[in-house]
């Protein structure tokens, strides 16, 4: 295991801009792991795909990007398809992308792992940071969960801010099927207000 070495679970570009920029100035070595198989359609994975290698050589990261396999996570959340955002199939939409990203810390040989998802106004930090740490206790090889909540002092702002300068693509939806029912009319004059509150 290399100490230093850190992988940072990437659910967005928008949501990376922050986190990754602080781990490395804390004096990490990080190494980004985009996931996605909850982002639906393809479509939507790939733009997301691409914006997240786009920061990384913004901010001249690593980056790996995990195969698009949709089937497995609807598979995984079939029963939970009428909750709503913020219940039970986001709980476990969580643990799937923790538990990838733990899988490829540990393949990595990296000692730390954290999340963006902590960034987002709409998410429960305190679900996520336990679902984190549980899911890197199972693998049972020590590597150790941050458990960072990225939209305090204005995270979510700033990394709005940074998106913008960089000309990241940022979604109005979570990302599933399911969260395209719930996602804002994007404002016609592209008011940022109105992208920024619904975003992430
Ligand atoms: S709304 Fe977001 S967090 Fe919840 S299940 Fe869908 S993609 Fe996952």
Partial sequence: ??????????????DATVPWRTL????????GFFY?????????WERRRDAVIKLAGIYGMNVTTAEYNSGE??????LLADEPEGGKRCAECFRLQLSAAAKFAARCGASYLCTTLTISPRKNPSLINETGRAVCESLGIGIKWMPRIWRKNDGFKASAALSKSFGLYRQNYCGCEYS?????????????????????
């Fill in 24 to 31: 490395a100035d804390e004096g990490l070595n990080v190494t």
């Fill in 1 to 14: 295991m290399n100490e230093g070495e850190a992988v940072l679970h990437i659910c967005c570009a928008p």
């Fill in 36 to 44: 996605g198989n909850n982002i639906h359609p393809i479509e939507e």
């Fill in 73 to 78: 996570w609807f598979d995984e959340t079939a």
């Fill in 180 to 200: 395209v029912r719930e996602a804002p009319v994007k404002s016609p004059k592209g008011d940022f207000a109105v992208w920024e509150r619904r975003a992430g």
